[in-house]
């Protein structure tokens, strides 16, 4: 089984910053992809953000610019910074991951960030 635990998420001003952080663990030898997504109540669950072992990234258009995923192979670890946030940034955020060997993604328990003045 894999665990996900996920932090950082609040309470933010138009312009400003949060950075989230997701750490995996339970039994994981490695991880393939890993990234974020985000989902506001009542509609489907987008893409953010994603990154693959080699740190090759991928990024919504409407994030690009403006957030930057990292990760730590060490510490199965993946992180958002997430910069000049606006209201329409404000959602629910998943991380993912998807250990070597394995045939599906696991996720995290979701952490709120609302953007709003």
């Known amino acids: 089984q894999v665990q996900l635990v996920e932090s950082g998420g609040g309470l933010v001003q138009p312009g400003g910053s949060l950075r989230l952080s997701c750490a995996a663990s339970g039994s994981i030898v490695s991880i393939n992809d890993m990234g974020w997504y985000r989902q506001v109540l009542g509609k489907q669950r987008d893409l953010v953000a994603t990154?693959?072992?080699?740190?090759?990234?991928n990024y919504a258009d409407s994030v690009k610019g403006r957030f930057t995923i990292s990760r730590d192979n060490a510490k199965n670890t993946v992180s958002l910074q997430m910069n000049s946030l606006k209201p329409e940034d404000t959602a629910v955020y998943y991380c993912?991951?998807?250990?070597?060997?394995?045939?599906?993604?696991?996720w995290g328990q979701g952490t709120q960030v609302t953007v709003s003045s």
């Open positions: 990154i693959t072992s080699g740190g090759s990234t």
């Open positions: 993912y991951v998807r250990p070597g060997g394995y045939t599906r993604n696991y």
